[in-house]
């Protein structure tokens, strides 16, 4: 099912149910969303208590004459199937649906996704729920589309979710214990199986020291959970509601594997609450530009931004107020990185329960004079003013290769490093290097396909799994160009060390070998510095930490090499002509400014065309394209001024036709294709 749209989203979490003692509150809302442009509420998120009090009686008219009333006024509805928190009356008398922790002791009733995905009766009662919401609205034009439970995330190790664990890990090793035996290498401390039935979940009382074994467990519950997440859909589709689906993933969360569950989603959407408030708060803004481009890469598509703040986000350490023009700021950047919407939690804010104080579009206070909700129709107008964007799409010629799964296998492995192997944070860096050289860059695992790409980017893929390795070299040899970094290629899926030499698979296309890596302490560094007449041009010197990989060239020229230690001389960045293409290897982990040189230097002598020139610091670049026109936005992130060279011919739909970019501000132009 295909997501349109023909304007951009603007709207958020609105919870009528609050409030049906004010109907002149309701009213009022309604009355405060228009004049702040919403065209969208997203209802019922945790109604489920309300929709059906008792079990096998609903209660679902509030909520038809809600989503009727919305429709009237011209707001839509995204509609959300209740199960990211069940009713008491469904706890207490199926205790089963309760989950059990790894300490395999079973949760009392409370919270949000205190529920086991395997339970029959969970499942049963999800779906006689989704199914009358689906009768229900099947055929209601306000539905924009279906919002499948909330943040999915968590595990359950009950007897239910052991006996699928057994049948997942028999079905993936052909019923032959002994390959999972050899797989997992269980002769190390005699951890040999004898059959499928003795095998459990990962626990601190028990087995937690076999790196397979907490690797599939991993992969299992994002199998489990997008099985639970189908059965949804599938309860909508049976009872008649042909929109479109989709969940909201969350910022940074590695709980699971988020591409499984993007196969059987309609649109991505995504929660995003940055810590950026708008004092030199470059990395955070870049983060979620970060994690923006990871949500549009799972489909290549436009996706939603589901869940912002207006400002204070009450369940962080510190709810510090966003500064203003951040929110606008904030917003924008979303769009720019293909987000066909902006929305918030909440539309009106709560009286009670743990997120009463979070930041809303419509205070306690209820008025329109107040700075947030002036921001937020500031927001709504110029998204009205956009609405040509809405669908259109990124056309990257860089891909970042970012893959959950490695992150686990990396982060469980005991050496080099036992904490801060900064996986995301290199990532992170190789990033802001990409922005640097004014590019757009797809984010994704290395399982999608890259070919169609220029330059690819893979920084500390530890795991390579199936035929990554193959693909990689076909890249560089017809033409692509390669930037790997240090400690990749290291482990096969199961998390089995590659014999022969590393980075698996790719030795001859970088023209090197890995030899040994240096685990630096916390504060202790090295320092890194180009050779002369480099063939980029690099000229300034860096500092490396955590990690310093000592390779054996064999073809690979130098262009960096260690300053100090006893390893000083040592190769530490190179080069390696490879077919029509061309591989670079970074041994160290070296700070963002060296990126910041390095792949924009790549970008060059390659003629990777940049969006625009000579990017500031605290600028972000970014595009979206269809058939006619691009669409390039250029976000000043700091709290100073900034100039860019705006491109020959474009037409300006938003900021000034100078380049001069205020703190906090967007520019936004159009470039005829």
Not at 131 to 159: M, Q, T, V, Y
Not at 237 to 263: C, H, I, S, W
Not at 271 to 285: M, N, Q
Not at 479 to 484: A, E, N, R, Y
């Amino acid at each position: 099912m295909r997501f349109k749209t023909d304007h951009l989203i603007y709207g958020g979490d609105y919870n009528p149910e609050q409030w049906e003692d004010r109907e002149d509150i309701l009213e009022e809302d309604i009355r405060l969303m228009k004049e702040a442009h919403i065209n969208e509420v997203t209802l019922g998120v945790f109604s489920w208590a309300r929709e059906e009090p008792t079990e096998g009686e609903y209660d679902l008219s509030w909520l038809r004459r809600r989503v009727d009333l919305l429709y009237e006024n011209g707001i839509e509805t995204i509609l959300a199937t209740p199960s990211g928190a069940r009713p008491r009356w469904l706890a207490e008398k199926y205790p089963e649906v309760l989950r059990v922790d790894e300490t395999r002791h079973r949760n009392l009733f409370g919270r949000r996704h205190n529920h086991c995905y395997t339970s029959p009766v969970y499942r049963e009662k999800v779906w006689e729920i989704d199914h009358k919401l689906a009768e229900e609205f099947r055929h209601h034009p306000g539905i924009k589309a279906w919002h499948i439970s909330n943040e999915f995330g968590g595990d359950c190790h009950c007897p239910l979710c052991q006996k699928d664990f057994r049948n997942y890990l028999w079905e993936k090793y052909d019923g032959d214990i002994d390959n999972l035996n050899h797989a997992w290498w269980n002769t190390f401390w005699s951890h040999t199986y004898d059959s499928f039935e003795q095998i459990e979940s990962p626990s601190p009382r028990g087995e937690n020291s076999v790196n397979a074994l907490d690797l599939e467990w991993k992969r299992f519950v994002s199998h489990q959970t997008t099985d639970f997440m189908k059965h949804e859909i599938a309860a909508l589709r049976d009872g008649g509601a042909m929109q479109p689906v989709t969940t909201n993933f969350m910022y940074d969360f590695d709980g699971l594997d988020y591409e499984e569950l993007a196969k059987h989603l309609d649109v991505i959407s995504w929660d995003s609450y940055p810590f950026w408030y708008g004092k030199e708060d470059i990395i955070s803004a870049s983060e979620h530009a970060f994690y923006h481009d990871v949500m549009r890469s799972l489909k290549k598509k436009p996706f939603l931004l589901m869940e912002s703040s207006t400002t204070s986000t009450n369940w962080m350490p510190v709810s510090r107020l966003r500064r203003p023009g951040i929110l606008e700021n904030a917003s924008l950047s979303a769009v720019a990185h293909g987000s066909d919407s902006v929305q918030y939690f909440q539309i009106r804010a709560g009286r009670g329960g743990e997120e009463k104080l979070h930041g809303a579009v419509i205070s306690h206070y209820g008025g329109t004079d107040t700075r947030i909700f002036g921001e937020t129709r500031r927001v709504g107008e110029i998204l009205e003013g956009l609405s040509e964007v809405a669908g259109s799409l990124c056309d990257a010629k860089c891909a970042i290769i970012y893959d959950t799964q490695n992150r686990w296998a990396l982060e469980d492995s005991y050496g080099p490093r036992n904490t801060g192997m900064g996986y995301h944070d290199l990532a992170r860096k190789c990033y802001r290097g990409v922005k640097a050289a004014g590019l757009d860059t797809d984010i994704f695992s290395q399982d999608q396909d890259f070919s169609g790409y220029k330059l690819i980017i893979v920084p500390m893929l530890y795991m390579f799994r199936g035929d990554f390795a193959e693909r990689v070299e076909k890249f560089v040899k017809k033409g692509g160009i390669l930037v790997m970094t240090y400690w990749s290629g290291v482990v096969d899926e199961t998390d089995l060390t590659y014999l022969g030499g590393t980075p698996h698979g790719l030795t001859d296309v970088l023209g090197l070998r890995f030899e040994e890596i240096d685990s630096l302490p916390d504060a202790e560094y090295n320092h890194i510095s180009p050779v002369s007449d480099n063939s980029l041009g690099l000229t300034g010197s860096y500092f490396a930490d955590k990690l310093c990989e000592l390779i054996k060239p064999n073809g690979a020229s130098t262009l960096m090499t260690y300053d100090e230690d006893w390893y000083a001389g040592y190769p530490a960045v190179l080069e390696h002509e490879y077919g029509k293409g061309r591989a670079y290897y970074v041994c160290a982990d070296m700070e963002e400014e060296f990126y910041r040189e390095f792949i924009p230097a790549i970008a060059k002598r390659h003629r990777i065309k940049p969006l625009i020139a000579d990017v500031p610091y605290y600028v972000d670049v970014a595009s979206r394209v269809n058939d006619s026109c691009r669409y390039i936005f250029i976000q000043n992130y700091g709290v100073l001024e900034e100039k860019v060279k705006l491109p020959a011919g474009c037409e300006v739909l938003l900021g000034s036709a100078d380049g001069v970019l205020p703190p906090a501000s967007t520019t936004i132009v159009r470039v005829d294709l």
